[in-house]
């Protein structure tokens, strides 16, 4: 009896073990021949001329485990109100795809389907596939579609990935355990994220400056503008300047920024896309307020001299003031006053003030400058007789020389 019940539990400690192995491998199977978690998407649409159309196809691994791909194809709806009665054809971009020796060589347009049809190239054996990337994805490749004409204007692609037989399935195929498996698409993990623009949107500016005064900056003859222009528009537009009249030139860009000179400027703005153009145009003023600035410290003209200095009085009214100014390169002087007031305790003394301002070209006015000549009198006057050169002895009866000696 005992060595039945031992049998027995041998036996059932055998049967454990073995389910225990069997689920182990299950579990390990299901792990390891798990669909890997992944987005297929539509991305970094641009129109690159009026006529064409590019986009990215990715594909990117969300799970734990690598993802070997094994094959991919898809089928894009597009919006066939973009045609404008011209021919479409597809292209794959040179070198755009990161797949290796799994690049798509073939894509079809169909037009009686409005469908974007990539085909799948033979997969590899197992082992031998690419390894998608976690982040940020590998592009399958960029398409180009191009049109004879040029494409409907503010009507968007809306591309769009197809799931069903007809037109044509997106379908993503991963090697698992070493076969070839079929993964579950749909709009959960297959997706446009293309901006899907209007195509073809002629420039319209929705900001455009008013005309704009400002006064030259200190010591200069211009100045610096700086104000915002912008315009809307698909594909974005670009802008160029061009200026005329007290400023010239022109360059990419807006001109914002620019150094304006003096007077008026005609700045026009042009932004231009595949579409079409637009302008905007106005007015930059720039006026001098800028006063002349005198060169001379005050009273450096100023002059002391006694009045028998002929030579030092003639130098010195001679002087004048100089000015610069910002604008204008030779100030106009201006003798505003010159007034000589006598010394009533000397006959000889006298002080004479003379008073200069500047003007420029625009009408700004210095402040004023004296000039101050003093002239003195303090030398007494020198005999030039000698003592007693002068001394007379007279008859009485000698009227003539005692008038000669009294004159």
Same mark, same amino acid.
């Given at each position: 009896?005992k060595?039945?019940?031992?049998?027995?539990?041998?036996?059932?400690?055998?049967?454990?073990?073995?389910?225990?192995?069997?689920?182990?491998?299950?579990?390990?199977?299901?792990?390891?021949?798990?669909?890997?978690?992944?987005?297929?998407?539509?991305?970094?649409?641009?129109?690159?001329?009026?006529?064409?159309?590019?986009?990215?196809l990715?594909?990117?691994?969300?799970?734990?485990?690598?993802?070997?791909?094994?094959?991919?194809?898809?089928g894009?709806?597009?919006?066939?109100?973009?045609?404008?009665?011209?021919?479409?054809?597809?292209?794959?971009?040179?070198?755009?795809?990161?797949?290796?020796?799994?690049?798509?060589?073939?894509?079809?347009?169909?037009?009686?389907?409005?469908?974007?049809?990539?085909?799948?190239?033979t997969?590899?054996?197992?082992?031998?596939?690419?390894?998608?990337?976690?982040?940020?994805g590998?592009?399958?490749?960029?398409?180009?579609?191009?049109?004879?004409?040029?494409?409907?204007?503010?009507?968007p692609?809306?591309?769009?990935?197809?799931?069903?037989?007809?037109?044509?399935?997106?379908?993503?195929?991963?090697?698992?355990?070493?076969?070839?498996?079929?993964?579950?698409?749909?709009?959960?993990?297959?997706?446009?994220?293309?901006?899907?623009?209007?195509?073809?949107?002629?420039?319209?500016?929705?900001?455009c400056?008013?005309?704009?005064?400002?006064?030259?900056?200190?010591?200069?003859?211009?100045?610096?503008?700086?104000?915002?222009?912008?315009?809307?528009?698909?594909?974005?537009?670009?802008?160029?300047?061009?200026l005329?009249?007290?400023?010239?030139?022109?360059?990419?860009?807006?001109?914002?920024?620019?150094?304006?000179?003096?007077?008026?400027?005609?700045?026009?703005?042009?932004a231009?896309?595949?579409?079409?153009?637009?302008?905007?145009?106005?007015?930059?003023?720039?006026?001098?307020?800028?006063?002349?600035v005198?060169? @001379?410290?005050? &009273?450096?003209? /100023? !002059?002391? #001299?006694?009045? $028998?200095? =002929?030579?030092? %009085?003639?130098? *010195? +009214?001679a002087?004048?003031?100089?000015?610069?100014?910002?604008?204008?390169?030779?100030?106009?002087?201006?003798?505003?006053?010159?007034?000589?007031?006598?010394?009533?305790?000397?006959?000889?003394a006298?002080?004479?003030?003379?008073?200069?301002?500047?003007?420029?070209?625009?009408?700004?006015?210095?402040?004023?400058?004296?000039?101050?000549?003093?002239?003195?009198?303090?030398?007494?006057?020198?005999?030039? @007789?000698t003592? &007693?050169?002068? /001394? !007379?002895? #007279?008859?009485? $009866?000698? =009227?003539?020389? %005692?008038?000669? *000696? +009294?004159?």
């Open positions: 009896m060595i039945r019940i031992h049998n027995q539990m041998k036996n059932i400690t055998k049967n454990f073990l073995r389910i225990t192995f069997l689920l182990l491998a299950i579990f390990t199977f299901f792990q390891t021949n798990a669909q890997n978690p992944f987005n297929f998407t539509i991305k970094n649409d641009a129109q690159t001329s009026n006529k064409v159309l590019e986009f990215d990715y594909l990117q691994d969300l799970g734990s485990t690598p993802f070997e791909l094994a094959a991919v194809q898809a894009i709806t597009v919006n066939p109100a973009i045609y404008n009665g011209g021919t479409i054809t597809m292209s794959i971009v040179p070198s755009s795809s990161e797949l290796g020796v799994q690049a798509p060589t073939n894509v079809i347009w169909s037009l009686s389907q409005n469908t974007i049809k990539l085909t799948p190239v997969p590899p054996a197992p082992g031998n596939g690419i390894i998608l990337s976690t982040s940020p590998t592009r399958i490749c960029r398409l180009r579609m191009t049109n004879t004409n040029a494409f409907t204007a503010n009507v692609a809306n591309l769009t990935f197809n799931f069903t037989t007809s037109p044509y399935p997106t379908k993503v195929f991963q090697f698992i355990g070493g076969s070839n498996t079929q993964l579950t698409t749909d709009f959960s993990n297959t997706f446009s994220l293309a901006d899907n623009n209007p195509l073809n949107v002629t420039p319209v500016f929705t900001t400056p008013s005309d704009i005064s400002v006064n030259t900056a200190s010591g200069m003859c211009s100045n610096t503008v700086s104000y915002t222009a912008t315009a809307s528009g698909y594909p974005t537009p670009t802008y160029t300047y061009k005329g009249g007290a400023t010239t030139g022109s360059g990419s860009g807006t001109g914002s920024g620019l150094a304006f000179n003096k007077g008026i400027t005609y700045d026009t703005i042009t231009t896309n595949y579409a079409g153009t637009a302008t905007c145009i106005f007015t930059v003023t720039v006026s001098d307020n800028e006063a002349p005198i060169t @001379n410290s005050a &009273g450096n003209l /100023d !002059a002391n #001299l006694q009045c $028998s200095d =002929a030579t030092g %009085i003639a130098d *010195a +009214l002087l004048a003031p100089t000015a610069t100014d910002n604008c204008t390169a030779t100030p106009t002087i201006h003798l505003v006053s010159d007034v000589n007031t006598p010394d009533v305790s000397c006959a000889n006298y002080v004479r003030v003379r008073t200069w301002n500047f003007t420029d070209g625009n009408g700004n006015t210095s402040t004023n400058f004296v000039q101050t000549i003093t002239v003195i009198d303090n030398t007494a006057p020198v005999l030039v @007789n003592a &007693g050169d002068l /001394d !007379a002895n #007279l008859q009485c $009866s000698d =009227a003539t020389g %005692i008038a000669d *000696a +009294l004159a």
